[in-house]
């Protein structure tokens, strides 16, 4: 069972954006720190950028700051990754996830919850 989703997938063209939507159906993301990974074909999942749930706080991978931002929205129970000029090597299987309440971990073996992906391809 998987008890995130995702959402906002789709084919863009190089530089241009997305916004990738977690969801989840049967618990409050607002009790957890929240990630988003992605993984390319024939690459290992790496993380892309987390929130936490204590303070807001983000964490981002480096290459990717000046381009992606998390954010919340606890009202509609949902987390969002923008993304901004987006390059072929962005193209990816996206995942949310969560680790166990109260965890702050952002980190793939550290999540207990993981949505089933939603795939972005940038290309022209």
């Known amino acids: 069972q998987s008890y995130l989703m995702e959402s906002g997938g789709g084919l863009v063209q190089p530089g241009g954006s997305l916004r990738l939507s977690c969801t989840a159906s049967?618990?409050?993301?607002?009790?957890?720190?929240i990630g988003w990974f992605r993984q390319a074909p024939g690459k290992e999942r790496q993380a892309v950028s987390c929130?936490?749930?204590?303070?807001?706080?983000?964490y981002y991978r480096t290459s990717l700051k000046d381009r992606f931002t998390i954010s919340r929205d606890n009202a509609k129970n949902t987390v969002y990754l923008q993304m901004n000029s987006l390059k072929p090597e962005d193209t990816a299987v996206y995942y949310c996830?969560?680790?166990?309440?109260?965890?702050?971990?952002?980190?793939?073996?550290?999540?207990?919850?993981w949505g089933k992906g939603t795939l972005v391809t940038v290309s022209s």
């Open positions: 996830a969560a680790p166990q309440e109260g965890s702050l971990r952002c980190d793939s073996a550290g999540m207990e919850y």
């Open positions: 049967e618990f409050t993301l607002d009790y957890y720190t």
């Open positions: 929130i936490n749930n204590n303070n807001g706080s983000t």
